[in-house]
T-cell receptor, first 113, second 112 residues
Framework: AQSVTQLDSQVPVFEEAPVELRCNYSSSVSVYLFWYVQYPNQGLQLLLKYLSGSTLVKGINGFEAEFNKSQTSFHLRKPSVHISDTAEYFCAVRPDSNYQLIWGAGTKLIIKP | DTEVTQTPKHLVMGMTNKKSLKCEQHMGHRAMYWYKQKAKKPPELMFVYSYEKLSINESVPSRFSPECPNSSLLNLHLHALQPEDSALYLC???????????FGPGTRLTVL
């Protein structure tokens, strides 16, 4: 069975500081990986996805993530955060053998002024 | 048009009411989804339609009834709901079942 672990339920960080949100997964088959962001009282927005190719994936709003197959990780990074990045961030994986997304529990990014 | 729209934004209903949630997309996507999201939790898949046919039903109670009238529209009919059904209901669509879902803004449902 596949699972996704987001190690931090909350990550507080000062404005303009770098941030890393961690995501690890377990799967016996190949997976595709996604990061979504949910701003307060809104739906989910796709930040970036890894399907194949380069392991460093660039997304919207200055975010990027790196797929590490040996570590089974897909951590999300941003070099300098802004107040507007305050949101819930969800990591999700889709096994190659299945069409359904498996979601992590989410990480709340809190930006301190 | 690159978005998924949902109506209404908010809905309050009693346990004996019948209501419907509506979802629309004009991106040519052939897969459409209903998700339920409780506060501070990830979304839970309810139903998936592929080419207007119900593809996945995640053991959802029969008081929730999906309908896909055409390739752009998806409805969720609600009847005799319980207070624990209060949640954010999200519609999503993707090019095909293998694509990343694009989500709508959701309908915030409160059952009294």
């Amino acid at each position: 069975a596949q699972s996704v672990t987001q190690l931090d339920s909350q990550v507080p960080v000062f404005e303009e500081a770098p941030v890393e949100l961690r995501c690890n997964y377990s799967s016996s088959v190949s997976v595709y990986l996604f990061w979504y962001v949910q701003y307060p009282n809104q739906g989910l927005q796709l930040l970036l996805k890894y399907l194949s190719g380069s392991t460093l994936v660039k997304g919207i709003n200055g975010f990027e993530a790196e797929f590490n197959k040996s570590q089974t990780s897909f951590h999300l990074r941003k070099p300098s955060v802004h107040i507007s990045d305050t949101a819930e961030y969800f990591c999700a994986v889709r096994p190659d053998s299945n069409y359904q997304l498996i979601w992590g529990a989410g990480t709340k990014l809190i930006i301190k002024p | 048009d690159t978005e998924v729209t949902q109506t209404p934004k908010h809905l309050v209903m009693g346990m004996t009411n019948k209501k419907s949630l509506k979802c629309e997309q004009h991106m040519g996507h052939r897969a459409m989804y209903w998700y339920k999201q409780k506060a501070k939790k990830p979304p839970e898949l309810m139903f998936v339609y592929s080419y207007e046919k119900l593809s996945i039903n995640e053991s959802v109670p029969s008081r929730f009834s999906p309908e896909c009238p055409n390739s752009s529209l998806l409805n969720l009919h609600l009847h005799a709901l319980q207070p624990e059904d209060s949640a954010l209901y999200l519609c999503a669509s993707s090019l095909g079942l293998a694509g990343a879902p694009f989500f709508g803004p959701g309908t915030r449902l409160t059952v009294l």
